[in-house]
């Protein structure tokens, strides 16, 4: 079974600190990779993909994530926080079965929260 | 240019009735998907529709119906209202089912 883990469901940062935002998933083929963000009363949009090859992936809005075979994941981070920043974040799996359907499988989400 | 449209955005109903909330996407794709997110911001997927045939029926209960007339529009009917089908509904779309999904703005439905 394929499944997708946030560890923290809200985080808080301190505007100018490093972000990081955890991500997990369970897969027994390479899955597709996703980050996407959700800013109040909006519908999510799309931060960054791995799909293949280079396993770190540069999103917008400055942040990036790096796929990690070995450990499974696929954290999401941002150098330096700005008070825009502050979103829930949902990662997201999908990968093609057998049958040639893909299934989406998101995160439960993290809040993040900056601090000025 | 709006990609992914619904409407209405805002929808308030008493329990027992019969609602519709329309999605249309003009990005020529041809995966759409409807999503209901709850309160904890818990995304679970509905259904999902690919060149109008159903692909994905997720446990949803039979009160809730998509139709999707042609592969720009994917409708969800929703009949007998109960409480707990308040929530805010995605509508999505995709080129294809395995890659980047745009979301629409949401509909949030308070049913009394």
Do not use: F, I, K
């Given at each position: 079974a394929q499944s997708v883990t946030q560890l923290g469901s809200h985080v808080s940062v301190s505007e100018g600190a490093l972000v990081l935002l955890r991500c997990n998933y369970s897969s027994s083929v390479p899955p597709y990779l996703f980050w996407y963000v959700q800013y109040p009363n909006q519908g999510l949009q799309l931060l960054l993909k791995y799909t293949t090859g280079a396993t770190l992936v540069k999103g917008i809005n400055g942040f990036e994530a790096e796929f990690k075979k070995s450990e499974t994941s696929f954290h999401l981070t941002k150098p330096s926080a700005h008070m825009s920043d502050a979103a829930e974040y949902f990662c997201a799996v999908t990968r093609r079965s057998y049958s040639g359907t893909y299934k989406y499988i998101f995160g439960t989400g993290t809040r993040l929260k900056v601090l000025a | 240019d709006t990609a992914v449209s619904q409407t209405p955005k805002y929808l308030v109903t008493q329990m027992g009735n019969d609602k519709s909330i329309k999605c249309e996407q003009n990005?020529?794709?041809?995966t759409m998907y409807w999503y209901k997110q709850d309160s904890k911001k818990f995304l679970k997927i509905m259904f999902s529709y690919n060149n109008k045939e159903l692909i994905i029926n997720e446990t949803?209960?039979?009160r809730f119906s998509p139709k999707s007339p042609d592969k720009a529009h994917l409708n969800l009917h929703i009949n007998?209202?109960?409480?707990?089908?308040s929530a805010v509904y995605f509508c999505a779309s995709s080129q294809d089912a395995g890659n980047e999904q745009f979301f629409g703005p949401g509909t949030r439905l308070t049913v009394l």
């Open positions: - | 990005l020529g794709h041809d949803v209960p039979n007998s209202l109960e409480l707990g089908d």
